[in-house]
Structure formats: structure tokens, C-alpha cells
């Protein structure tokens, strides 16, 4: 599925006759915002997790004039799991990126933007009382605007895995999250 994606968002690159930015530019982008609607599934069964905080930062090069692929990283801060012990669980995110630029020629609204993300995640586990984590795939899905040429939304849809080991035994963890993001765009 993701290859297809990619793909997909490859044509419409080539395709499309519409013009974001210079080839060769790039972008830092700091971010922050919330995740909203997450649960974790541990081993089959699937439990919420409170809104967490989260903050990032993602780099853009353009390859196209439209289309910008680059790396980022996110922090989810530790959150509440909703389980009969207690608990919290956070997360750190690394991936690779791509986004195709939409330009609205808009003073206010200057574009529109799909976002895809892929990666490593890292899961942190509080109280980590002789548990151990290995990290796992990361991937998410999203769309994005700009306003006024430096004002960043995103909502992105996301998971992350993990392997968590608790004494001779262990499990699979998979978070998943809807998040909601802000952040401004420093252009060069």
C-alpha cells in the first residue's frame, strides 16, 4: 500500500502544472500539537490513551518544484494508558518524508499539501520496571496547509510498533493516533 501510494504521488508530480516553490529550496519546519483519538493495542487487546503532547521538527528539500521529500522527528510526550496497573507510555519518532505541494495562489491560504511519512519508532515505557522495548516500524498519513507563507496545519494519521519484553515473555505494541499539528516554516 505504501509503495502504491508513493508511486501515486510520484505521477501526480509529473503530471500536475502547478508550482510551490523553487527546485532546490528547502524548509525547516518546528512543530507542535496534540494527539487525539489514540489508543494502543498490546498483544490483541486495545486500550485509549490520554491526549498527549507532541513536538517535532521536519526538513524539506525540493526536488520538483512541487514536490519536497526530506526527514523529521517527533517527540510524543509520556501519556496515560488507560489498563488496570497504570501506566504511561511515550514515543520518538524518526523518518523520511514526502509531501506534493498544491499552490492555491492565495494571500491567506497559500497552499495545500498530502504528507507521508515513514519510519523507526522508539517507544519509552514509565514505569520502565524491568520492562525492556525494542522499536518498530513508523508510518503516517496526513494533509497540510501554510498560511501567509509561514504558518503550518497538519493532521496526520499515524502508527508506530514496537516489541515490548516483560521478564521471559513479550509483546507487540502498536499505537495509533490522529494528530493534530502547528508550527511555522523557515524558508532558504
Not at 496547509?145 to 493532521?155: Q, R
Request: hydrophobic share 45%; proline share 3%; with cysteine.
Amino acid at each position: 500500500m505504501k509503495k502504491g501510494l508513493l508511486a501515486l504521488l510520484l505521477a501526480v508530480a509529473l503530471v500536475a502544472p502547478v508550482f510551490a516553490a523553487d527546485e532546490g529550496a528547502m524548509e525547516l519546519d518546528i512543530k507542535a500539537g496534540f494527539n487525539l483519538m489514540s489508543s494502543v493495542d498490546l498483544d490483541g487487546h486495545d486500550y485509549d490513551v490520554d491526549p498527549a503532547f507532541t513536538a517535532g521538527v521536519d526538513f524539506f528539500y525540493y526536488v520538483m518544484p512541487q514536490l519536497a521529500i526530506g526527514a523529521g522527528v517527533s517527540y510524543v510526550f509520556n501519556s496515560e494508558v488507560d489498563v488496570a496497573h497504570g501506566g504511561k507510555i511515550g514515543w520518538t519518532n524518526l523518518y523520511a518524508q514526502g509531501k506534493y505541494v498544491f499552490d492555491l495562489g492565495d494571500d491567506l491560504f497559500n497552499n495545500i499539501y498530502p504528507l507521508v511519512q515513514v519510519g523507526y519508532d522508539m517507544l519509552r515505557v514509565d514505569p520502565d520496571d524491568g520492562i525492556d522495548t525494542e522499536g518498530g516500524l513508523y508510518w503516517g498519513i496526513g494533509a497540510g496547509t501554510t498560511i501567509k507563507e509561514c504558518v503550518v496545519f497538519e493532521l496526520l494519521y499515524s502508527n508506530g510498533n514496537a516489541t515490548t519484553k516483560v521478564g521471559p515473555g513479550s509483546f507487540d505494541s502498536k499505537y495509533s493516533t490522529l494528530q493534530l499539528k502547528a508550527g511555522y516554516k523557515f524558508s532558504f
